[in-house]
């Protein structure tokens, strides 16, 4: 292993920026693994290393031995902080390894282990729009090869060929074919080789669009290329546009279903809601048994929401009940106590 790749995998950047000026080259791949410095750095995560080879020219698509670009690596370990700034600048989200997996598919893998669900989403959606526009661009990139490969003017024969070619046509005899007639004619005067014809890049953009699986970029790209794709191919990409309208037209709808499932649960909620806050508000005996009327026809319902509440607002209900006894029985004892002073008070005057 050079002394760079080390450096890179260990994030020792100072290291590596002093060997670079000393003539180190970013490039090199002559270790075991065939991996670039950049590689490394993305091996084990050292954002500002990879960050800095990047400023230096180093290129974002380099594979290791094993087919693996950067962002491969970044997304392998899970770093999702170099996984977003890679699709940033324009990494290859649509390699595959040596597995056949894309970025996307590698960091799909380890979803189990990553803690922060919500920077693991965001991740995944930005490794899903860079396939989406990268496969987009290759779509316009095979298009633009194909209109200029149309536009081409066909190769046009020498006089002397054609005068050639025209005298052996006139003096071989009628009924032999046309390879035959030309094998007669001199060996260096061959048929160009065909071209390939304008169905072959428009099935290769039709591939691509159809491997995005963009709804909006495989209908375009049909739009373009209905008149020159091969049939088979033009049908293909057909079906699949249908299964993705009836696909999204599915997920709209089961979006609806759930807004409008919210909303009746919410609508539904509300007297809940408001018993809920008169359990909560009432402080008398009478306020609380309202307030427990009218919210017990609704605990089947509601019970996790208002259980609590009853069983709190029963036993304030209760201490009131408690209190009001005790205060019955106290005014009873002193008017029994008073009673008693009385009828002695009237014996005492009665004997005096």
Not at 226 to 233: R, T
Not at 311 to 327: D, I, K, S, T, W
Request: aromatic share 4%; charged share 25%; with cysteine.
């Amino acid at each position: 292993m050079e002394p760079l790749h080390l450096a890179c995998l260990k994030g020792h950047l100072d290291v590596a920026q002093w060997l670079h000026t000393a003539g180190a080259s970013l490039d090199t791949t002559n270790d075991r693994w065939g991996r670039a410095p950049l590689l490394y750095a993305c091996s084990e995560g050292h954002l500002n290393v990879a960050q800095w080879l990047h400023s230096e020219g180093a290129s974002l698509d380099a594979t290791d031995s094993g087919g693996c670009t950067p962002l491969h690596l970044a997304c392998s370990i899970a770093c999702l902080e170099m996984t977003r700034w890679l699709c940033s600048v324009g990494a290859n989200a649509t390699a595959t390894g040596i597995n056949g997996r894309t970025p996307a598919q590698a960091l799909q893998l380890l979803e189990p282990r990553i803690y922060d669900k919500q920077a693991f989403r965001s991740t995944m959606e930005a490794l899903l729009a860079a396939e989406s526009r990268q496969a987009e661009e290759r779509a316009r990139a095979a298009e633009a090869a194909r209109l200029a490969e149309e536009a081409m003017p066909p190769p046009v024969a020498s006089k002397g060929k054609a005068k050639a070619r025209a005298k052996a046509k006139a003096q071989a005899p009628e009924g032999v074919p046309a390879p035959a007639r030309s094998a007669a004619g001199s060996s260096s005067d061959t048929l160009p080789p065909p071209s390939p014809p304008p169905s072959d890049a428009a099935d290769a953009a039709l591939r691509v669009a159809m491997d995005a699986r963009d709804l909006e970029a495989l209908k375009a790209c049909i739009n373009r290329s209905a008149s020159a794709a091969s049939d088979a191919v033009l049908k293909e990409a057909r079906a699949l546009r249908e299964q993705l309208k009836e696909r999204e037209l599915k997920a709209k709808k089961q979006l609806k279903r759930e807004a409008e499932a919210a909303r009746a649960h919410e609508a539904r909620e509300a007297p809940a809601r408001h018993a809920l806050q008169a359990l909560l508000e009432a402080s008398g005996r009478a306020a609380l048994r309202a307030a427990l009327a009218q919210a017990e026809p609704l605990v089947i319902d509601f019970s996790e929401l208002l259980f609590d509440a009853m069983v709190a607002a029963n036993e304030r209900l209760e201490e009131l009940e408690r209190q009001l006894a005790e205060e019955s029985r106290a005014a009873a004892k002193t008017r029994h106590v008073e009673e008693h002073a009385l009828r002695f008070e009237a014996r005492v005057l009665l004997y005096s």
